[in-house]
């Protein structure tokens, strides 16, 4: 019982301050309720006993980018930047897109069911004693099977961060 | 439904004890550390500090916190009320809730998580939001200054904290506070005599990141007035120093755990050193004997009666400390040593780390904001990486040949990897010290 409402606290949490980072005119505002979206959604990785991903979301998204885009959005003139207009206001293709988006998720659920004897997405939940530790598991996995893909990812992110250190450079 | 309740919470009872123990005892403490540090400064500046409020000054904290609780609370008038009120939570929430994974002895820790240290890190970062929006709230130009350098300084630091506690997870396989504590107590030594250069790149690296001298330009005085907190007054105030002071703690916590053995004797494993488990004891006494010796000559009745107090708790606490020494074996006294003193040995650890904090902050002035990102990017984070790099080519050489490394001892392996990464740090130095010195950048 308390497993369900701490989840729908973390889902509702993150539904509501997605769609607040939105609505917000004030960049500071809509950073913060991205901030708690993304911590809502760690909250839900610890309560699926993935400590490992939810303190790497902790890490990277809280305490490294939302720091940096703070950082900039402090810099921003916000006086001025709130009395423009923000947004382009295209109601039809976002209507169209919801409407498109919402039909494939219906159509994944119906036919789903329609297949299976099963019901889809109603994994057996594992006791979090018997797992294996996640960190662990997780180093494993990235170095063992998924060798080449996590090569090439940090090769690109190391390309990118020549890139911005040479574009800095050019600049003085 | 109430016996559901207390069935979920049945398990957790005891870490909620503990939890609230730190939360009640945090701002006590906090205080004290305070009072100690103005104590040490006066020392070092050859003053006798706070002397009034109780004997040797030592009611003081408590003065201030009711003055500060009293005091006004004032808002200023274009700031951003609702982030002006949530900034110095977080502050100090972060802080609090970094306390829960680490190890004060052990049997007192609130949560041994696989994750321990890493969650420590996450979350103590965190407080950095109490920070910069605060200074972005409270809409001032000193605020916002102190602010962005505080973001800059924390984000350009953290990679080189990061590195050097990466250092010392290698040697410990595990990110486990309790596993790290295990592994230095397994092998006979503590970590930071295998990674000298961890430590000491952690050491300024934590200094940099809780805001304090040399490294204090977010609340830089003679620049900026107060940095990030030049707006807030009153008990938001004295929340965001409560936040600054549990930060230091938790650093100091930090290094304790992965370079200073945890809550471990010195020697520990050691049978000959074993006399060194009646120091706590003797400690203690010493202190109480002490009080009691200087009761009389108190000025006021009060105070002689506090100092007769400050005593007796301090005599309690050497009953603590010494029964397990003389009870005779097997009598619950004797199990509950290792928690009675791994706490003792942990907080002195503690207590010596925060120690130093305030010894560097008295030493060294201020440094230039240029000179602090210099340091940073240029010396500190090239050579933490260089010490994880050597550090792996260490663990590698002292693996005995069967586990597939050479079975070099780990005094030569370590040593040699150690004078690696030191050369490389004085060949950094000797090529900064060379370059033409760069005009003071006045950007920040």
Redesign the interface.
């Known amino acids: 019982m308390f497993d369900t409402i701490g989840f729908y606290f973390f889902a509702g949490l993150a539904v509501i301050s997605a769609v607040l980072v939105v609505t917000r005119r004030n960049a500071v505002h809509s950073a913060i309720f991205l901030i708690t979206a993304l911590l809502a959604t760690a909250g839900i990785f610890l309560q699926l006993h993935a400590e490992f991903l939810f303190i790497v979301q902790v890490i990277l998204y809280v305490g490294g980018i939302m720091v940096l885009f703070v950082f900039v959005i402090m810099l921003v003139n916000l006086d001025v930047a709130i009395h423009q207009m923000q947004f382009n206001r295209m109601w039809l293709v976002a209507l169209l897109l919801t409407i498109a988006l919402g039909a494939q998720v219906y159509m994944v659920f119906h036919y789903a069911h329609a297949g299976m004897t099963e019901p889809l997405f109603h994994l057996q939940p594992a006791r979090a004693s018997d797992l294996e530790p996640n960190t662990e598991l997780i180093g494993a996995t990235l170095f063992s099977q998924y060798m080449l893909p996590f090569e090439i990812a940090s090769i690109l992110l190391l390309v990118a961060m020549i890139g911005a250190v040479v574009m800095a450079k050019r600049k003085v | 439904m109430l016996n559901?309740l207390y069935e979920?919470f049945k398990p957790h009872l005891l870490p909620l004890l503990f939890a609230l123990v730190i939360v009640a005892l945090l701002p006590l403490v906090a205080g004290y550390v305070v009072l100690l540090e103005r104590k040490v400064m006066a020392d070092m500046q050859a003053r006798l500090g706070p002397m009034r409020v109780g004997p040797h000054g030592l009611l003081q904290p408590i003065a201030d916190a009711l003055k500060l609780l009293i005091k006004e609370d004032i808002i200023p008038e274009n700031a951003?009320k609702w982030?002006f009120w949530?900034a110095p939570l977080t502050s100090v929430a972060a802080a609090m809730l970094a306390m829960a994974a680490i190890p004060f002895g052990p049997f007192f820790q609130i949560a041994d998580?696989?994750?321990g240290l890493?969650?420590i890190?996450?979350?103590g970062?965190?407080g950095?939001?109490g920070i910069?929006?605060g200074g972005?709230a409270s809409n001032s130009h000193y605020s916002?200054l102190g602010?962005?350098r505080s973001?800059?300084q924390?984000?350009s630091y953290?990679t080189a904290a990061g590195m050097a506690i990466v250092s010392g997870v290698l040697l410990g396989g595990t990110?486990s506070t309790r596993g790290l504590v295990e592994a230095q107590a397994s092998g006979h030594v503590w970590f930071i005599f295998v990674a000298p250069v961890g430590f000491f790149i952690y050491l300024v690296a934590s200094i940099a990141e809780t805001n304090r001298a040399p490294f204090d330009l977010p609340e830089a005085e003679s620049e900026l007035v107060a940095g990030y907190m030049t707006e807030y007054s009153g008990f938001r105030w004295a929340l965001y120093f409560l936040g600054e002071y549990a930060n230091m703690i938790v650093v100091a916590s930090i290094a304790t755990t992965l370079f200073l053995g945890g809550w471990l004797r010195p020697f520990s494993s050691w049978h000959k050193a074993d006399f060194l488990d009646y120091f706590p004891m003797l400690l203690m006494l010493l202190v109480a004997g002490y009080s009691l010796y200087r009761a009389p000559k108190q000025p006021v009745a009060v105070q002689k009666i506090f100092m007769v107090a400050v005593a007796g708790l301090c005599f309690l606490l050497a009953v603590v400390l010494g029964l397990p020494q003389f009870a005779p074996a097997g009598s619950a006294f004797v199990a509950m040593k290792p928690g009675v003193h791994g706490a003792f040995w942990f907080l002195l650890k503690v207590g010596v780390y925060l120690y130093l904090f305030l010894w560097l902050r008295f030493t060294f002035p201020r440094f230039r904001f240029d000179q602090l990102m210099k340091v940073g990017w240029h010396l500190l984070i090239p050579v933490s990486i260089v010490n994880v790099f050597g550090i792996g080519v260490a663990l590698y050489l002292h693996r005995s040949p069967e586990q597939g490394g050479y079975g070099w001892g780990m005094i030569s392996s370590v040593g040699v990897t150690t004078l690696f990464t030191l050369l490389i740090a004085a060949w950094l130095l000797k090529k900064h010290e060379q370059a033409p010195a760069t005009p003071a950048a006045e950007k920040f």
């Open positions: 559901s979920f951003d982030i949530l998580l696989n994750i890493l969650f890190l996450g979350i970062s965190m950095l939001f910069v929006l972005w916002l602010a962005l973001a800059a924390l984000v953290e990110l």
